[in-house]
């Protein structure tokens, strides 16, 4: 089963329709706030909703709560309608999860949204946050990327820990035990110049490829 949660970040509705048609088996869709007036418009049945609807109007918040199967929070809670989301989804161990409508104008929801992807990471559930201009995943160890499978022109690669030690080949900066610390920029818009290319990662980044 793959996860797709969606959020009520930047995600225009011909881009969740495009992520939503290029996904292959069964799919388990859960709407974020806001994110549930998007799937509403966009014709996407969630499975599940989530959130205190502050985003919403009142009518809106009534419809969607008897329309669909959710859950209603207090406004007033120690965490953000998408950690409840994700603490939810976790439970159900899905063999894969998007983020949608994860980024967005309010940085500081755009960050704590990023940290979220070390929720699944223990699990091995492989999680991505998508964008329009970029993918989002945390990873370690040895990471494979095909030219012709890239997302985006750009790969950063940033240490999720205080410091991690990365070896990189076929790429336009490649790398051999170097030491990325997280108060410096070293890793940020790398190219990858042949088919393939490949990252050792002893620790953990956050790897973004970007469009621009």
């Known amino acids: ?26 799919l388990f869709v859960v709407g974020v706030d806001r994110g549930v007036r998007l799937l509403k418009e966009t014709g996407i049945r969630p499975d599940l909703i989530v959130g205190d609807f502050d985003s919403v109007t009142p009518a809106e918040r009534e419809e ?9 929070l207090s406004p007033v809670k120690d965490d953000t309608d998408l950690e409840h989301a994700v603490n939810v989804l976790r ?27 070390d929720r699944f990471f223990p699990a091995g559930i492989p999680a991505e946050i998508l964008d329009e201009n ?7 160890g040895k990471i494979l990327l095909r030219r012709d499978e890239q997302y985006g022109k750009y ?28 108060n410096m920029s070293r ?6 110049t042949e088919d393939e290319a490949m ?9 973004m490829e970007t469009k621009d």
């Open 155 to 182: 790969v950063s690669v940033l240490p999720w820990d205080e410091e991690v030690t990365v070896t990189m080949k076929g790429f336009f900066y490649p790398a051999e035990s170097l030491v990325l610390k997280r």
């Open 91 to 117: 439970e159900k161990v899905p063999e894969r999860v998007i983020l949608l409508g994860a980024t967005g104008t309010r940085l500081d929801h755009t960050l704590t949204n990023i940290r979220l992807l």
């Open 199 to 207: 990252i050792f990662a002893e620790g953990k980044i956050l790897l």
């Open 134 to 140: 970029n993918r989002i995943t945390l990873r370690e």
């Open 64 to 72: 969607f709560l008897s329309t669909w199967p959710g859950t209603l």
């Open 1 to 26: 089963m793959t996860a797709v949660i969606v959020a009520g970040g930047s995600c225009p509705a011909a881009f969740l329709r495009k992520i939503i048609r290029r996904l292959s088996g069964p």
């Open 187 to 192: 890793g940020v818009s790398n190219e990858i």
